[in-house]
């Protein structure tokens, strides 16, 4: 039973066009998403963060936006550029698991390819 | 600073043996946690620590894996007997406490191929 799921395993995007990946999720008592970017033979990566009390967050060329009544996040990136190219992953936590809060559920990924 | 650091980066081995992965956290991050990478199941969490004490390891397979701390600068993840179904990816995290949804820092993960 997946509790995140990014159901586009793959996105290609023009040099300079805006990127957007989605993050559906089931489980009502996350409260904290995460993106994450991985590049080949490295570790995933941090890269925004948005608390459920927030509906945007932005970092430079990053967005991530919230819909919590949709259960769902994406994550746009403009301008895109050929560096962004990579697997990023969309992770979800909830403050109401105790000890477990600082778990996080992680989507198998979508790969982003930015085309020069 | 140094990051996330995991030994080896690749080990390959025969069916039966027993393998033992490293890892040494950022220092003064009292989360440690092991995740394991495949291409059907994704990133699931295996096993993760709080100041050196295990707090859930329901994500763990099997009584085949065991993972230790024995202090705050190293942890092992050891399967024994391998088998070719544990062939994956390796990741390693470490985070500081203070806040829900702090940041996990990655290893570049070990890739385990059992023959």
């Known amino acids: 039973d997946q509790q995140v799921k990014q159901n586009s395993p793959s996105l290609s995007v023009q040099e300079g066009r805006i990127s957007i990946l989605n993050c559906d999720y089931t489980?009502?008592?996350?409260?904290?998403f995460l993106w994450y970017k991985k590049y080949p033979a490295e570790g995933p990566t941090f890269l925004i963060s948005?608390?459920?009390?927030?509906d945007k967050n932005e970092d430079g060329r990053f967005t991530v936006f919230l819909n919590k009544s949709a259960k769902h996040l994406s994550l746009h990136i403009v301008p895109s550029q050929p560096g962004d190219s990579a697997v990023y992953f969309c992770?979800?936590?909830?403050?109401?698991?105790?000890?477990?809060?600082?778990?996080?559920?992680f989507g198998k990924g979508t790969k982003l390819s930015v085309i020069p | 600073d140094a990051g996330v650091i995991q030994s080896p980066r690749h080990e390959v081995t025969e069916m039966g043996q027993e393998v033992t992965l490293r890892c040494k956290p950022i220092?003064?991050?009292?989360?440690l946690f092991w995740y394991r990478q495949t291409m059907m199941r994704g990133l699931e969490l295996l096993i993760y620590?709080?100041?050196?004490?295990?707090?859930?390891d329901s994500g763990m397979p099997e009584d085949r894996f065991s993972a230790k701390m024995p202090n705050a600068s190293f942890s092992t993840l050891k399967i024994q007997p391998s088998e070719p179904r544990d062939s994956a990816v390796y990741f390693c995290?470490?985070?500081?406490?203070?806040?829900?949804?702090?940041?996990?820092?990655f290893g570049d993960g070990t890739r385990l191929s059992i023959l």
């Open positions: 620590f709080n100041n050196n004490v295990p707090i859930d």
């Open positions: 995290a470490s985070s500081f406490k203070t806040v829900q949804g702090q940041p996990q820092h």
């Open positions: 220092s003064g991050h009292d989360y």
């Open positions: 992770a979800a936590s909830s403050s109401y698991s105790g000890a477990g809060s600082y778990q996080l559920t």
């Open positions: 948005i608390s459920s009390i927030k």
């Open positions: 489980n009502s008592m996350f409260d904290y």
